[in-house]
């Protein structure tokens, strides 16, 4: 008996120096805010966050800070010119690439950990010496074009696009990060580098790292890196979200066999206690909208909806149909029913396993991490990406449908397709979702 009590205790000794090994924590390195989650993982993944996004620049610079993210990885630095830098990473495996979204960008690196030292050597001179070479500027700038282009010609990028554009008009949202193909085209490297330049704040960034690393190893490795940035006051833009009270529709014609339709709904702020029921709302409508749209009504093949988790949040459905009339008509039952009767206990607990199956599977790359901690740091603060499991199992079907009946107030609707059909559904745009 004594010697299975002592291999319990062993064994719950072992257990919590494991967790308390991989716990996340944040600290702070020589002003720069540092967010670490150790693993087990070979991997290790490591972002420079950008706080401001789309508010940093005007309307007419759309674009540019994904244009100068890019470019601090593709355009070469002080120590080595951008064949040299995509030769080295190609040679270690390294990752080193950028996104540029409504709230933040990031500058991200990953590596096995036995090339780490290779990695983060890269991905600091991304960061802190990018030249903007003007002839590698001229080579990305045809590829960024090249995507916008692509983006254009999708139609189910083009209708969110569109519906964003919309829905967000007179705000800093009716900016698209993702830039116009006329913006591109005048921005210059001096431009570039000015502006990346400006993001150059510690107090407006901060680093997210997931792996095999100690903390010892990763301060030793910032303080050398990132201690001669600048320190600057900053303040970040308080953002006051438009309410979609109305049945508006934003349409654009094309020559398409299929319809592309997208409606947005309001959404509560990422650290409101209405966040989590109305996420799990939301996906319960997605699974009523799939029932009746794709499988009795066959009108569809993968309609659903999704929340964008923003400073200014939203909730969308989507559908691809060739009968736009009867599919919106069904949208729109499906969400009059889901605020009318609510979510069952049922489905709730279907819904609840779902979430969290699918959060773990996320946390199996060190990327997922990294992405999730650094975007939950933007909106409210890192930890509530660390809670979201049980804040998802404490959820109850009362607070679920208290959230979608406070928040679905009206639908904005973009419609992409057959102007004649469009014309044909103006009436089923205009259908009133409650019964208040």
């Not at 600290?27 to 972002?47: C, L, M, Q, S, Y």
């Not at 889901?338 to 979430?355: A, N």
């Not at 009206?410 to 103006?426: M, N, V």
């Amino acid at each position: 008996m004594k010697k299975i009590l002592t291999t319990i205790l062993l064994t719950c000794a072992s257990l919590s120096v494991t967790l308390a090994q991989t716990e996340t924590t944040s600290f702070d390195v020589d002003g720069i805010k540092v967010i670490f989650k150790p693993t087990v993982k070979e991997i290790i993944n490591v972002r420079m966050y950008y706080r401001g996004g789309v508010n940093n620049y005007p309307a007419s610079q759309a674009g540019i800070e994904t244009f100068a993210l890019e470019a601090t990885n593709e355009c070469g630095t002080k120590k080595y010119s951008g064949n040299v830098y995509r030769d080295l990473s190609d040679k270690y495996g390294v990752n080193v690439g950028s996104e540029a979204e409504y709230d933040y960008g990031n500058i991200q690196m990953e590596c096995v950990s036995k090339y780490f030292s290779q990695g983060w050597d890269l991905f600091t001179e991304a960061i802190v010496n990018p030249v903007f070479d003007a002839g590698e500027v001229e080579l990305l700038r045809s590829k960024i074009i090249a995507k916008i282009k692509e983006q254009q010609s999708n139609p189910d990028k083009r209708v969110e696009q569109l519906l964003l554009q919309s829905a967000f008009e007179g705000t800093p949202y009716a900016t698209d990060p993702n830039g116009t193909e006329e913006i591109m085209s005048k921005l210059t490297a001096a431009d570039l580098k000015t502006y990346y330049t400006s993001l150059l704040n510690k107090n407006r960034m901060f680093i997210v790292v997931a792996g095999k690393i100690s903390k010892e190893e990763l301060i030793a490795k910032i303080k050398a890196s990132f201690a001669g940035l600048p320190s600057k006051p900053y303040t970040p833009v308080t953002l006051q979200e438009p309410i979609w009270n109305d049945y508006k529709v934003v349409k654009e014609d094309r020559s398409l066999q299929t319809n592309y339709i997208n409606a947005i709904m309001n959404a509560p702020a990422y650290n409101s206690p209405d966040y989590i029921p109305y996420r799990v709302g939301i996906s319960a409508l997605g699974g009523s909208l799939f029932s009746e749209i794709r499988t009795r009504l066959n009108l569809s093949y993968d309609p659903g909806t999704y929340s964008v988790m923003q400073q200014m949040p939203y909730g969308i459905m989507y559908v691809s149909t060739t009968n736009p009339k009867e599919a919106v008509l069904a949208m729109n039952r499906e969400v009059k029913k889901v605020l009318g009767y609510g979510l069952s206990p049922e489905g709730l607990q279907h819904i609840k396993s779902s979430f969290i199956t699918s959060n773990y599977i996320k946390q199996q790359s060190t990327a997922s991490i990294t992405g999730s901690l650094g975007l939950s740091e933007i909106l409210g603060g890192w930890q509530i990406a660390e809670d979201l499991p049980k804040e998802i199992e404490k959820v109850t079907t009362e607070q679920i449908n208290q959230a979608l009946y406070k928040y679905v107030v009206g639908l904005r609707w973009s419609y992409l397709g057959d102007p004649q059909k469009a014309a044909e559904t103006a009436d089923a745009f205009k259908k009133v979702i409650r019964n208040d």
